[in-house]
Each structure stands twice: as structure tokens, then as C-alpha cells.
């Protein structure tokens, strides 16, 4: 039986802004542990109620989680993830508050940002979340966990993984040329109102039928709006999580508000439904 490793992370929230409707903060995320040798603290894990398997650690506002999984992690085969979140005493946080319909959201990217799952936990008990994913290929992989214990403002618990397996070329992410994608028989136009760092900027999507070119204006609620975007810096550090602006649009425009906190360059993954089918729609920008 494989003994649990840990590692600690600590997540400094550094930018939250409310935008009328809209919600969404920016997280700065600082590795302190890489995988190395074990830590006092990481000697008391192996004998946690976790049981058998390998896992991080990451904590974000007193909040920590501990992502655990069966060693090893290999590409293409299903993987069972446990989160368990405690609070500021290492108790087990027993209540979540719903956000966006879920209890928990977490987002998984690889290393060039060129994979991208947004997968929903179940909730056990005891502050303990499982799901089932499959990673495509091998190489690194950032899990990025979304939760609002209940009372909280919620916190956003992230970790870098090893996934074994062949790993695909790595792809250098260059801003698009046109902000225009065609997705499941869709066309998806994105503008911004600006490219500016530290400053409001509206992101306004046009959804339309790619044969006939209207717009689509019967959109399906999407975890519970007219759609969801998430954001993350080229380097995976800086994760800003955005909602609509008016979320009982149901197109053919919907509006996003966002503040980029630095400039470079950005991965934005909008997503929305329509006819039952959700569509994943990558773009990517330069914020100066």
C-alpha cells in the first residue's frame, strides 16, 4: 500500500473586485513546496483518514484541501480525486454554500493550457468531495478548486500535478489572430471593450448558427446563467473566474465583466449550452 505524500501551497488572494452583476476575483497562486523530501507536517499525513494513495496539500484564507488520488496517476485511465477541505483548526468543513449550482467546481489545465476539463465533485461528507476524470495525456497538470464553505466568501484551493504518460508536443500560446471560433456547428465572435490591465474590460460574445449566420437566441441556463468564463494568465498563476453581466440573457450576445491584474498574455474558456450540448470555446488574448 503506497504511503500519502503532501506537500503544502499557499494561495494569496490578491485581487477581488464586484462588477454590477457580475462576480468574479483574481487569485495569485505561490508553489512554496515542489515535490521533494517529506516535512514534519507531510510525516502526519501519511497517517491521515485518507487511506491509501498519493496526494498535495493547498490552502487558501485559513482554508486547506487535500487532493488525494491511487498512486500513480497515468493518461488515459480513470482516476478517482478526493478533495477534502478543513478549516483554519483542521476540522473537516461540514457545509458548503451552492455557487452557481454546485458546491464545488474544479477546473483542470496542463502545463500549455491546451487541455481544459471543468468537472463538479460529488459532496461525501465530512468535507470530503470525489470525482472521476481522465487525463489525455501525461506531464503536469494544475487542479484548481472552487468552494464556498458556508458564512465565507470562498475560498480557491490549487495544486500542480505529475500525471505519467507520453506527453504531447508542448505548444507555445500566442494571442489569435481573430477572436472568432467555430464550435459544434456554432460561430463564436468575442470582443473586448479594451485591453488594458487593472481596468474594467467587458467581454461581449456573439453566438450564431455557422449555416444559416443568426444568432442564437435560445441559449440553455448554464450553471444556472447564460454562460461561464473561466480565465488564466500563460503561466497558469493568475485565475480569474467571471460571470455574465446579465444572467438571464439567452443570446445571441452575452456580456462578461473582467480586470486582467497584469499585462500578458491570457487563456479565456467561455462556455455556454444550447439543444443540451455544452460547448467549450478557447480564446486567446494580449493585455498590455
Not at 456580456?255 to 480564446?283: C, D, L, N, R
Request: hydrophobic share 35%; glycine share 10%.
Amino acid at each position: 500500500m503506497a504511503n500519502k505524500k503532501a506537500t503544502m501551497l499557499t494561495l494569496t488572494s490578491v485581487l477581488s473586485f464586484g462588477l454590477l452583476t457580475a462576480c468574479f476575483n483574481a487569485t495569485e497562486v505561490q508553489d512554496t513546496g515542489g515535490h521533494g523530501g517529506k516535512s514534519a507536517s507531510q510525516e502526519e499525513s501519511d497517517h491521515s483518514e485518507h487511506g491509501s494513495g498519493h496526494g498535495h496539500e493547498s490552502g487558501s484564507n485559513g482554508y486547506k484541501a487535500a487532493f488525494t488520488w491511487e498512486e500513480p496517476i497515468t493518461a488515459g485511465t480513470e482516476t478517482e480525486l478526493t478533495i477534502h477541505i478543513t478549516d483554519q483548526n483542521g476540522d473537516a468543513v461540514q457545509q458548503f454554500d451552492t455557487n452557481h449550482e454546485k458546491l464545488l467546481h474544479l477546473i483542470v489545465v496542463n502545463r500549455d493550457l491546451s487541455s481544459f476539463n471543468h468537472i463538479h465533485p460529488d459532496y461525501r461528507e465530512n468535507g470530503v468531495f470525489t470525482v472521476n476524470t481522465t487525463f489525455p495525456a501525461g506531464g503536469k497538470y494544475k487542479l484548481i478548486a472552487d468552494a464556498v464553505p458556508k458564512g465565507t466568501s470562498g475560498a480557491t484551493l490549487s495544486e500542480w500535478i505529475q500525471v505519467k504518460g507520453e506527453e504531447g508536443v508542448a505548444s507555445v500560446l500566442k494571442p489569435d489572430s481573430e477572436l472568432i471560433k467555430q464550435v459544434d456547428g456554432k460561430e463564436f465572435t468575442l470582443s473586448l471593450s479594451n485591453t488594458l490591465s487593472n481596468e474594467e474590460v467587458v467581454l461581449t460574445y456573439h453566438i450564431g448558427d455557422l449555416k444559416t449566420k443568426q444568432g442564437i437566441d435560445n441559449l440553455e441556463p448554464y450553471l444556472g446563467a447564460v454562460g461561464h468564463v473561466v480565465i488564466l494568465s500563460a503561466d497558469a498563476e493568475q485565475y480569474i473566474h467571471v460571470h455574465p453581466l446579465d444572467e438571464r440573457s439567452r443570446g445571441p450576445k452575452a456580456e462578461f465583466a473582467a480586470v486582467f491584474p497584469h499585462s500578458g498574455i491570457y487563456k479565456i474558456w467561455g462556455q455556454f449550452q444550447h439543444e443540451g450540448q455544452v460547448m467549450t470555446v478557447p480564446f486567446v488574448v494580449e493585455i498590455k
